[in-house]
C-alpha cells in the first residue's frame, strides 16, 4: 500500500515541478505556457487559469499523501529517536590495531 501510494507522491510531484516549470512568471520567465507556444488554441488568460487551477490540485495532492505517508510510516520504527537507542549502539566496531614488535637495541 505505501509502495503504491509512494510512487503516486513521486508522480505528482514530478507533475508539480513541471506544472510550475512551464507558468509565465511576471518577468517573462520560460514563457511556454504562452499563447504562442499553445498555436493560439486557447487564449494566454484561459492557459493562465488552466494551470493556476492544475497547481493548485497538484499542490494538495501532494500534501495529502505527503501527510498518508507519514501517518503510514507511523510506529515502523523500533527507536523513536537516536536518543532513545543504548549506549554504544550506534557507534561502528573500530578494528584493532596491532602492536608494533619491539626493536632490539644494539
Do not use: K, Y
Not at 48 to 59: D, P
Request: proline residues 7%; aromatic residues 2%.
Amino acid at each position: 500500500m505505501s509502495t503504491v501510494l509512494l510512487v503516486l507522491f513521486l508522480l505528482v510531484t514530478l507533475a508539480l515541478i513541471g506544472v510550475i516549470l512551464i507558468q509565465r512568471s511576471e518577468g517573462g520567465g520560460l514563457g511556454i505556457g504562452s499563447s504562442q507556444g499553445m498555436g493560439g488554441v486557447m487564449s494566454g488568460r484561459g492557459t493562465a487559469n488552466l494551470l493556476t487551477r492544475s497547481t493548485a490540485i497538484l499542490g494538495t495532492l501532494f500534501f495529502v499523501l505527503a501527510l498518508v505517508l507519514a501517518l503510514l510510516d507511523r510506529g515502523t520504527s523500533l527507536n523513536r529517536s537516536i536518543l532513545d537507542a543504548p549506549p554504544g549502539a550506534g557507534a561502528p566496531a573500530s578494528p584493532a590495531i596491532p602492536a608494533l614488535p619491539a626493536v632490539p637495541t644494539n
